[in-house]
């Protein structure tokens, strides 16, 4: 079992930055290979990023590529998310996700455990 707790939403004005951070329970978090979605308001939610357990396997949607990056620390049972150059269609609620799966994935119905998700508001 693995609780995930996002953090680090927020206003932000567009330009800006922001990092978001996942903190998972669990002894076997480094297992887990670890993604971001997000769902804006009347949208389906939609695939962000995905690291493997290793971090050896990352893919990013080509609308976050060069911007967006995902990064972990199996240590510390985290997995962050640095926002740079936020555009206002960033906007949504962001969530991370873990998945028992070797490699990385980028589909949804590969991932066993979601967290409530974080605001990520970008004025325009």
């Known amino acids: 079992q693995v609780q995930l707790v996002e953090s680090g939403g927020g206003l932000v004005q567009a330009g800006d930055s922001l990092r978001l951070s996942c903190a998972a329970s669990?002894?076997?978090?480094?297992?887990?290979?670890m993604g971001w979605f997000r769902q804006a308001p009347g949208n389906e939610r939609e695939f962000v990023a995905a690291m493997s357990w290793s971090g050896g396997t990352v893919y990013y949607a080509d609308s976050v590529k060069g911007r967006f990056t995902i990064s972990r620390d199996n240590a510390k049972n985290t997995v962050s998310l640095q926002m740079n150059s936020l555009k206002f269609e960033d906007t949504a609620v962001y969530y991370c996700a873990a998945a028992a799966i070797f490699g990385a994935s980028r589909y949804q119905n590969d991932y066993n455990y979601w967290g409530q998700g974080t605001q990520v508001t970008v004025s325009s």
């Open positions: 669990g002894r076997t978090f480094s297992r887990y290979a």
